[in-house]
């Protein structure tokens, strides 16, 4: 089993920042590859960004580039999104993904939740204007 644990969200002024982390059990976390979404009330859950087993591959939506940062730290079982220059339309519960069983992914395997095998509680990110 792998279990997933969101931290870092909260309430921030659009331009403002968070760092969102996501905690993983299990000593195989270099293993898995991680992603992070996001579903907003009324909408779908939509993909935000994604990292390769070492992290060296990264993928993120049109919405997250040039303003979200997807990055681990395998030997702390932990993967990151900071997020910069935040704007209202960020606003939504971010949930942190990981399938172990992938092997390597592109940017069409990441984009697609039901690909992931475990999933965080979430986190609520608000943004105000």
């Known amino acids: 089993q792998v279990q997933l644990a969101e931290s870092g969200g909260g309430l921030v002024q659009a331009g403002g920042s968070l760092r969102l982390s996501c905690a993983a059990s299990?000593?195989?976390?270099?293993?898995?590859?991680m992603g992070w979404f996001r579903q907003a009330p009324g909408k779908e859950r939509e993909f935000v960004a994604a990292?390769?087993?070492?992290?060296?591959?990264?993928y993120y939506a049109d919405s997250a580039k040039g303003r979200f940062t997807i990055s681990r730290d395998n030997a702390k079982n932990t993967v990151y999104l900071q997020m910069n220059s935040l704007k209202p339309e960020d606003t939504a519960v971010y949930y942190c993904?990981?399938?172990?069983?992938?092997?390597?992914?592109?940017?069409?395997?990441?984009?697609?939740?039901?690909?992931?095998?475990?999933w965080g509680q979430g986190t609520q990110v608000t943004v105000s204007s």
């Open positions: 993904a990981a399938d172990r069983f992938l092997g390597g992914i592109n940017i069409t395997q990441a984009r697609f939740a039901n690909g992931y095998a475990y």
């Open positions: 299990g000593r195989t976390f270099s293993s898995l590859n």
């Open positions: 990292s390769s087993k070492s992290g060296s591959s990264t």
